[in-house]
């Protein structure tokens, strides 16, 4: 008998309801116990759930997951070689595996919406038919991405940015590869908590101009070993008072005694041809 996994691998994906994606009875059972830790939680209010999937869903998702050139993923903050960030970024669901497209289509339904507004107490909240920032990200050894403040303004919708969903999809990954998901106090003197990337853990978070987070450290996972995430924000037609500020881009912060060691490199980057910066990866492929 072929098992559901084997196959996803080649999957031209049936059409599934987006209940069959959503853990229901799971979310109906623990959502006031969630939204309690949720408000309690430090720096900021967040929560990190283990297995939040059906596992096979998850290990579908990621046997379909596109590798670094299977698909047309943005490089420009690979390639650039930034100091703030260095990943791979997909952002337009048609380009998406039919999978993954039917996967993320359930965590912006009216369904899991409704589900984020219990736990997190953010009413009205609306998902990003565009993605911006968020879809498919995938990191390679030695990418990271500094400690930052998200943007707070949809640049389309126009709407104020207010939930971050995180979705880590990594089988096997070991702690001294690095790459968790540090949480920062608002002064950026202090990290108060880290979630390792680790398959079936989701992460949710409010975001302001103070929810500090990142993982800033380059990733020592074995070459070929990717950091793969799908990233989901959610929106709302206006915000409490206390949370405004004038629109802004991400906000990168430098942790205490962090020395940025690409200064030099990065003031050259407006004076080289865009093709020198990419060479080295053409070599390695």
Same mark, same amino acid.
């Given at each position: ?6 196959r ?22 623990h ?41 047309s ?6 390639d ?22 039917q996967?993320?289509?359930?965590l ?13 107490g ?37 709407l104020? &940015?207010?939930?971050?969903? @995180?979705? *880590? ?5 070991? =702690? $001294?590869?690095?790459? /968790? ?42 070459k070929?070993?990717? &950091?793969r995430?799908?990233? @989901?924000? *959610? ?5 409490? =008072? $206390?949370?405004?500020? /004038? ?29 020198v ?9």
């Amino acid at each position: 008998m072929v098992s559901s996994l084997q196959r996803a691998v080649s999957v031209e994906a049936e059409p599934f309801g987006v209940k069959s994606f959503l853990p229901i009875k799971k979310m109906a059972q623990h959502g006031d116990q969630w939204a309690q830790q949720y408000r309690d939680n430090r720096p900021f209010p967040h929560i990190g759930i283990d297995d939040f999937f059906d596992d096979d869903i998850i290990r579908t998702v990621v046997a379909n997951y596109p590798g670094e050139y299977d698909a047309s993923w943005d490089r420009r903050f690979l390639d650039a070689g930034t100091y703030e960030e260095q990943k791979l970024g997909l952002a337009r669901l048609e380009d998406f595996p039919p999978y993954i497209q039917q996967f993320v289509n359930a965590l912006n339904s009216r369904v899991f919406v409704e589900f984020l507004e219990k736990l997190t107490g953010i009413q009205g909240l609306i998902p990003d038919p565009y993605l911006s920032g968020g879809g498919l990200h995938m990191i390679p050894r030695g990418g990271r991405l500094a400690i930052h403040a998200d943007f707070n303004t949809h640049r389309e919708l126009r709407l104020d &940015r207010r939930l971050n969903l @995180l979705v *880590y999809l990594n089988h096997d990954w070991q =702690e $001294e590869w690095g790459g /968790a998901l540090e949480l920062w106090d608002k002064d950026v003197k202090t990290k108060e908590k880290a979630y390792l990337p680790i398959a079936n853990r989701i992460v949710v978070f409010t975001t302001t101009d103070t929810a500090y987070h990142g993982h800033p450290d380059p990733l020592t996972s074995p070459k070929g070993k990717y &950091r793969r995430s799908i990233a @989901l924000y *959610y929106y709302t037609n206006g915000r409490p =008072e $206390e949370e405004r500020s /004038a629109d802004h881009t991400t906000i990168f912060k430098m942790r205490p005694n962090e020395v940025r060691r690409r200064r030099v490199l990065d003031m050259m980057k407006p004076f080289v041809p865009p093709i020198v910066w990419q060479l080295p990866r053409l070599f390695r492929k």
